[in-house]
């Protein structure tokens, strides 16, 4: 149980360390991974906005990180809730598996994130009178 503690402790560090050491670069520098999606055809992935939405989190401005991206933000929570059990499950057990209820949260929240990007694209290309 010590050894996977200690494994998950270095895993969690090295991504606090990465996503820390990519937001002050990005902040600062500019340097921000864009969107191929966005790049390609023009419209916004169901992502487009998580690297904004953290940044604005890490800020505390949550009406931003709201408004960056909306579907992520409301089912962040549960998904920290369901990250955290699955780190204690982890822990406990050495082994990882989904309950039948959180296999139907995730294909739910896969839906819901596709259903997001379209009609996100379709509201903006109708704002924008190209649709």
């Not at 991504?15 to 390609?40: D, E, M, Q, S, W």
């Not at 998580?50 to 549960?78: E, K, S, W, Y």
């Amino acid at each position: 149980m010590k050894k996977r503690v200690k494994l998950l402790v270095t895993y969690l560090a090295a991504a606090l360390f990465f996503g820390l050491l990519y937001a002050f670069i990005g902040t600062k520098l500019g340097l921000f991974v864009p969107c191929v999606f966005r790049k390609v055809t023009g419209l916004q992935c169901p992502g487009c906005g998580i690297t904004h939405m953290c940044l604005d989190l890490m800020r505390f401005r949550f009406g931003d990180a709201f408004r960056d991206n909306q579907a992520v933000f409301v089912m962040l929570p549960v998904a920290v809730f369901i990250g955290v059990r699955k780190i204690i499950q982890y822990i406990k057990t050495g082994r990882v598996k989904l309950t039948k209820t959180e296999n139907a949260i995730a294909v739910f929240g896969l839906v819901a994130l596709l259903v997001f990007g379209v009609l996100r694209n379709i509201i903006n290309l109708m704002q924008n009178g190209l649709l």
